[in-house]
């Protein structure tokens, strides 16, 4: 291995489970994690490598609001790290509703159900471990999860169904530092309803536009090609739109405008429409 391609890993801590080269570290800053700043993009790395979850094939992202950082992974990432622990026995779930008949006993539940449900009540999961006599069991009830959005609207079973296994599977296995996606929604990224919200009239919370350039599927105005792309991107996804408002609104303040002044993706530097491209493809993989 040549010095250019030699690991970054002076202080190799042995229970790492991935680990990046000077090339791919340089990618990661320069993608992933391009809005991080030195110690963030540290504590990305070493998460990353303590859970085995690869950057580039989309299992964690780094995400920064108004200066916080964020580092998530998804459902399939809990997964991930539970099917490495050799300790790992399994996952039952299911989501309740509101004629079933449920009980939880020490040792499982107890789920019966016909075709007349009623409406979701919520979801549960249970992880096994060979090493323990009980599961690890959460309930995730439906109003204190659902979000006002299109992908919980059309999906409420499986929405509800991720929150309940990547909590179970978060406690199961002692896993901090990680967020998933369910648990962003319910934190921070549900301020504003974007439901049925054309591409070209994502407004703030002032009701003042972000000024996103016309890009309506039917508008026949000639697009930039930083539009474009966008619009490629998020189609009529209102979880991507108002993914695309939140990363509109931290450029808006990174650039130091004033409230009154607005901000389009022409009027994003090269290296924030990179970024936002990168971050709204990652999520796009996760909805």
């Excluded at 039917?218 to 490629?232: A, H, M, T």
């Amino acid at each position: 291995m040549s010095a250019q391609n030699k690991v970054v890993d002076i202080n190799k801590n042995r229970d790492e489970l991935i680990t990046f080269t000077k090339e791919e570290v340089e990618t990661i800053r320069n993608t992933v994690a391009d809005n991080a700043n030195p110690d963030e993009l540290r504590m990305f790395l070493h998460i990353a490598k303590s859970y085995g979850l690869d950057p580039f094939n989309k299992e964690i992202f780094f995400w920064k609001i108004d200066g916080r950082p964020t580092i998530m992974t998804s459902r399939d990432g809990y997964l991930k790290i539970a099917d490495r622990n050799p300790n790992y026995d399994g996952l039952v779930s299911d989501v309740v509703r509101e004629n079933d008949k449920f009980r939880r006993k020490e040792t499982g539940i107890n789920h019966q159900y016909g075709t007349n449900r009623g409406q979701i009540i919520g979801a549960y999961a249970l992880v096994y471990r060979k090493d323990r006599k009980y599961p690890v069991y959460v309930f995730a009830p439906y109003d204190e999860y659902k979000a006002d959005k299109r992908v919980w609207n059309s999906y409420p079973s499986a929405m509800i169904l991720k929150v309940a296994e990547s909590m179970a599977l978060k406690r199961a296995f002692t896993v901090s530092g990680l967020v998933s996606r369910e648990e962003m929604n319910t934190q921070q990224m549900e301020d504003n309803n974007y439901d049925d919200v054309p591409f070209s009239q994502v407004q703030n919370s002032n009701d003042q536009s972000v000024d996103v350039e016309e890009v309506k599927a039917d508008d026949n105005s000639e697009l930039s090609k930083r539009e474009e792309i966008i619009k490629e991107i998020v189609g009529n996804n209102n979880k991507l739109k108002n993914d695309l408002f939140n990363y509109l609104k931290h450029a808006k303040k990174e650039n130091g405008l004033k409230q009154q002044e607005k901000i389009s993706i022409d009027k994003l530097t090269e290296k924030q429409f990179e970024q936002l491209k990168s971050i709204l493809s990652s999520f796009k993989k996760l909805a």
